[in-house]
Structures are given as structure tokens and as C-alpha cells.
């Protein structure tokens, strides 16, 4: 008798909590692109600002050290958070969120010196197009894309060898090649990330700051697709001002 009423109880509460989550679930869903805009924006602003100052230019441009920490730094604080993520606040959280994407717009200053700004905003809004349709088919297909998550990966991690192979060559064929690969990347990333959150946030224990933080964490994923996507495109769509 009391095995049934405990297997009863399992099952309300499991119910009781599937309610929940599907009544949050599209207000956590919003929250992810909320917090993926904000970082866009602040980068963008940040980029913007140091793009157009003589003195950053010569400061971060100049010379790779600079750049070369940033870069550093936006590893270490993208490796904390993911890391971290269950032990820190959602307040603390969203603090290091904040600081990578004013950190990642000073090291993406240079598009603004070396781009005209036509063009910066064509290759945004393509991005966003490309971003948006992928990030829906990814939200919204009921075909598991955990397989082609693996090989997207094997392939980024070709990219990045081949992006260091090419700072010796400096090949423009085979930059191009490279970027046309990275555009098809990351394009199937936003998909894969865009479904790998969705089978996340359902699967929180509940709607509170666990769930918010399985978000928060998502919206930095997406965030990087698009930033990476962005450059990538920027390669082709862009006119350099020179």
C-alpha cells in the first residue's frame, strides 16, 4: 500500500513538474535571446568605440600582444562560466557574460577600421537572417541532431588548425576556402546548439536559477555561433575601406 502511494506521489510531482516547466519554458526560451541581444549590443557598441579611436587602434592593433591576451582571457572566462556554471550565482554569472562581451568588442575593433560600415551592416543583417532561420529549424525539428553536433565540431576543430596553418601561408584561395567552411560550420551549429538548449532547459528540474543558468549558458553559445558566423560572412560580403 505505501509503495503505491509513493509511486503515486512520484508520479504527481513528476507531472506537477512537467507543468511547470512547459508554462516557463517559453519565458526561458526568451530569456536566451534576450541575453544573446544584450551581448550583441554591448559588443557591438564596444567594437564600435574602439574602432573609431586613433589611440585604441594604435594601443590594440598595433602590436599582438594586446589582442593576444584579450583572446586569452575570453578562453579563460568562457572556459570559468562553462565550468563553473552550477556554483555561481545567476547574478555572478551574468557578470562574466557581460564582461566577455565588452572584452570580445575591443578585440573586434578592427572591423570598423578596416570595413566600411555598409557593408558591416549588410553582412549583420545576412548573419541575422542565416542565425534566425537556422536557431528556428534547430528549436523546432523533431530530427535528433546529436551526430551531426560530433562532426561539426571534428570540423571546427579543422578550421581552427587550418585558420593557423593560413597566418604562415597567407594564402587569399585558401582563406577564402577556410571562411566558406566556417559560414557552413557555424551555420549548422546555431541548429545544433539551438536544439542541444531546448533539450536542456526541458530537462531543468525545475523553472528557478538552475534553469536561468542552463540559459544564460545557452545564450553564450549562440551568441558565439553568431559572432563566428558573422566574420566568417564578413570575408566575402564585406569592402574593405582600403
Do not use: C, H
Not at 530569456?31 to 550583441?40: H, I, P
Not at 525539428?141 to 588548425?161: C, S, V, W
Amino acid at each position: 500500500m505505501n509503495m503505491n502511494f509513493d509511486n503515486f506521489t512520484n508520479v504527481t510531482s513528476r507531472q506537477e513538474r512537467d507543468l511547470e516547466m512547459s508554462r516557463a519554458f517559453p519565458s526561458l526560451m526568451r530569456k536566451v535571446y534576450v541575453w544573446m541581444a544584450m551581448a550583441l549590443a554591448i559588443t557591438g557598441v564596444v567594437a564600435y568605440g574602439a574602432g573609431n579611436s586613433p589611440a585604441l587602434i594604435q594601443l590594440l592593433y598595433m602590436g599582438r600582444g594586446p589582442l593576444l591576451v584579450a583572446g586569452l582571457v575570453e578562453i579563460g572566462i568562457v572556459w570559468y562560466l562553462s565550468s563553473r556554471i552550477q556554483k555561481l550565482s545567476l547574478v555572478a554569472a551574468t557578470v562574466w557574460f557581460i564582461a566577455f562581451a565588452a572584452i570580445n568588442g575591443f578585440t573586434l575593433g578592427w572591423i570598423f577600421a578596416a570595413f566600411s560600415s555598409a557593408a558591416i551592416t549588410k553582412t549583420f543583417f545576412v548573419t541575422a537572417g542565416t542565425f534566425g532561420a537556422m536557431a528556428l529549424i534547430g528549436s523546432t525539428t523533431k530530427k535528433d541532431l546529436t551526430k551531426m553536433g560530433g562532426i561539426l565540431f571534428m570540423a571546427l576543430i579543422g578550421l581552427i588548425i587550418a585558420g593557423l596553418v593560413n597566418i604562415f601561408l597567407k594564402s587569399t584561395m585558401f582563406d577564402l576556402i577556410v571562411s566558406g567552411i566556417g559560414v557552413l560550420v557555424f551555420t549548422g551549429l546555431t541548429a545544433w546548439d539551438a536544439q542541444k538548449i531546448k533539450q536542456n532547459l526541458l530537462m531543468a528540474p525545475d523553472a528557478g536559477e538552475g534553469a536561468q543558468k542552463v540559459a544564460l549558458l545557452g545564450s553564450l553559445s549562440l551568441y558565439l555561433d553568431f559572432i563566428n558566423l558573422f566574420l566568417y560572412l564578413l570575408r566575402f560580403l564585406g569592402n574593405n575601406r582600403n
